[in-house]
């Protein structure tokens, strides 16, 4: 029902196959700044409510063809129409006829004859409740429409909060361990020198004096002198390696949080993804004994423009749903032979200029009766401990909001879930 302006009048349908109980009402009721309408039948009431919605409607039960009951019936089933408050005329007084009224969705019943003064009363009484239903419905959708914004913003909110503490632990982490790496690889390369000299050293000194003291042989028998000899440069490399794989991971974390960037600048999709990858590298293998594969199949794209360190996070929080997805597939099932895999390809689309980005799995999937909801604040399908309802809503935000670009999220045919962006270059 329409809101009622105070200034114009309520507009009430009176439905009567009686002339006389239709002319009689609608003086009255006249007089008393009400808008009348009249139908003579149920299917004139039917036609004057679909063409003009009344504020209210006087309605005998007792009319040929379509009786009052009938006509109740198809407003109540109409959504457009019922909520129209609808008051039976009758000269039937017994309570089956009344309970019938209520059954099919009447809101009061006056008995035939009626006082003028009474059904004057109940008319106000009935759309004076209807007003305050309004007013209520109207109320509940502001309160909704608040608490979504509400919502939105303490989404927004944490997430700048999170972005803001990842920058400065990544920035820690930088200086923390950049120093002592630093001092272990410059010495790295010096220790590797001495330890081939030292060897060698050893080598000329058994070649020189082969018939070494007791002394010597016993302590060369128990040292494994020639085990040494063949593994201390393999054990050499091995730090080298294993040093050169810690300032990888902190290329990744630079990369990620873009540590020496802030604002609107080009950087590259596909080194973005990289360090991503690299980051979330420990969750790839020996997860809950699920080994993830990740084949990418990158394309000649150019570089975007836009925030470089909140796009990674962006693309962080759809690949940690492909890693939960199949964490719950390949658990929940042992017995199946594929390979948990995570897809990324990227390809520049020359007709619309923008940069599509897919990341695909065949994890566990969506539900689709939940694939509408995907990217609400605070919506999540796993529990608790697992997910917060902010991953993909923030990535949604962060590409769609920042970077006018979309986000979508599709079946697979072969099962799991597969994410596309797309970002306009500039």
């Known amino acids: 029902m ?5 200034n114009i009048p309520s507009d009430i ?37 679909r063409t003009i919605k009344p504020d209210l409607i006087l309605l005998d039960i007792n009319m040929p063809e379509m ?3 009938e006509v109740c019936e198809c407003l109540k089933n109409d959504p457009i129409t019922s909520s129209i408050p609808i008051i039976f005329l009758s000269a039937g007084s017994e309570i089956d006829d009344k309970l019938k009224a209520f059954e099919v969705g009447g809101i009061d019943y006056i008995t035939k004859p009626f006082q003028l003064e009474e059904v004057l009363v109940r008319i106000k009484t009935q759309l004076k409740i209807k007003s305050l239903q309004t007013e209520l419905e109207s109320r509940n959708q502001q309160l909704e429409t ?10 927004e909110l944490i ?14 982490i930088s200086h923390e361990i950049n120093n002592p790496l630093s001092f272990i690889l410059c010495n790295l390369n010096p220790a590797h020198e001495y330890s081939h000299k030292l060897v060698n050293l050893v080598k000329l000194y058994r070649q020189t004096f082969p018939d070494a003291t007791p002394e010597i042989k016993d302590f060369i028998d128990d040292f494994e002198l020639e085990f040494i000899n063949s593994d201390f440069t393999k054990v050499i490399d091995s730090m080298y390696k294993g040093a050169e794989r810690i300032r990888a991971v902190i290329q990744a974390i630079h990369v990620f949080s873009r540590l020496d960037q802030s604002g609107i600048k080009p950087f590259s999709v596909h080194e973005s993804i990289d360090s991503t990858l690299m980051t979330l590298s420990s969750q790839f293998e020996n997860q809950e004994y699920v080994n993830i ?12 423009k836009g925030y470089a360190n909140i796009l990674n996070q962006a693309i962080m929080n759809i690949i940690q749903n492909s ?16 390979k948990p895999t995570i897809w990324i390809q990227s390809k520049f689309l020359t007709d619309v200029n923008k940069i599509m980005i897919s990341i695909k799995d065949n994890g566990i999937g969506i539900d689709k009766k939940y ?15 697992k997910g917060t309802g902010l991953g993909l809503y923030t990535s949604y935000q962060i590409i769609t909001d920042l970077h006018n670009g979309s986000l979508k999220y599709q079946d697979c045919s072969e099962g799991g879930s597969e994410f596309i962006i797309e970002l306009p270059i500039e």
Do not use: C, M
Request: proline share 2%.
């Open 371 to 385: 694939q509408d909801r995907i990217f609400e604040p605070f919506f999540t399908t796993k529990s608790s401990q």
């Open 323 to 338: 890693i939960d997805a199949l964490i719950a597939e390949f658990n929940w099932d042992q017995e199946i032979k594929t």
């Open 67 to 69: 009786g009052g009951y």
């Open 146 to 155: 608040t608490l979504s914004l509400l919502q939105k913003t303490q989404a």
């Open 13 to 49: 349908l009176i439905v009567d196959d009686k002339l006389e109980n239709i002319r009689f009402l609608s003086d009255y009721l006249s007089k008393h700044n009400y808008q009348v309408r009249k139908a003579i039948n149920g299917k004139a009431a039917l036609t004057a409510v």
């Open 2 to 6: 329409k809101t009622q302006d105070k």
């Open 293 to 304: 594969s990740i084949v990418k199949n990158y394309g000649n794209i150019p570089e975007a």
């Open 159 to 172: 997430q700048k909060e999170k972005l803001v503490n990842s920058g400065r632990i990544a920035a820690g």
